[in-house]
């Protein structure tokens, strides 16, 4: 039996997609300032199910503060994609798009279920030719991907609730496969390294601030 679930099953009555419906833009500076120091998709793990309310409940403020990091890359990435599939790119690379966008939009809608009321708002973005030329939409999203599994190992071994750190642990290793993907479709190593290094907060947040994207 498969252990992914499409998010209709796990969010049932529609509140974790019509709050995320509802969402109101923040600047940028209050998007870094909340993301840095403030506190059919699918989902994947049958264990997830059910266990929002717990996992909330489980955080510390550190612990949120982490998942709110973690959401403010999944936003940036969730609408990247959700772009990107809109340009309709042709084959293996279309594919690609299509699976990923499922994935990131299933992990905001995750993360948002587990903060509730503590999550932060989405920014707005925009991405330019990065999401409608496929060369340079294939080099962003390897930069992308490579970017969220730096981020994700640099803050695991902060979280003290194990609950989050089984959430968190859930999204890691899909967005090691998703850098690894991309890597294969650009023919480049999809596993360059036998170690992957970590990126602290601040290091992610210079990155994520340099490439622009981030609009209001």
């Known amino acids: ?47 997830f199910l059910g266990a929002l309310p717990s ?16 959401l403010t890359l999944e936003y940036l990435e969730s609408s990247f994609y959700a772009e990107a599939v809109s340009s309709k790119f042709p084959g293996k690379i279309g594919r690609f798009a299509s699976i990923v966008s499922g994935h990131e939009n299933a992990h905001v809608g995750f993360l948002k279920g587990a903060l509730g009321s503590a999550a932060v708002k989405e920014p707005t973005f925009a991405f330019g030719a990065t999401t409608t030329d496929m060369a340079k939409f294939q080099a962003t999203s390897q930069v992308l991907e490579d970017t969220g599994v730096e981020a994700y190992l640099g803050q695991v071994g902060n979280i003290s609730s194990k609950k989050i750190l089984a959430a968190a642990g859930s999204i890691l290793p899909i967005e090691a496969r998703h850098a690894a993907w991309i890597r294969t479709l650009n023919g480049v190593l999809g596993a360059p390294a036998a170690f992957q290094v970590a990126k602290t907060k601040a290091q992610i947040l210079a990155a994520v601030t340099a490439t622009g994207f981030i609009v209001s």
């Open 1 to 47: 039996m498969s252990d992914l679930f499409v998010l209709e099953e796990l969010d049932v009555d529609g509140a974790i997609r019509e709050t995320a419906e509802k969402v109101d833009p923040h600047t940028r500076s209050a998007f870094l300032r909340k993301a840095g120091f403030g506190v059919g998709a699918l989902v994947g793990g049958g264990a």
């Open 55 to 70: 996992i909330a409940g489980a955080a510390t403020s550190g612990d949120v503060a982490i998942l709110n990091f973690a």
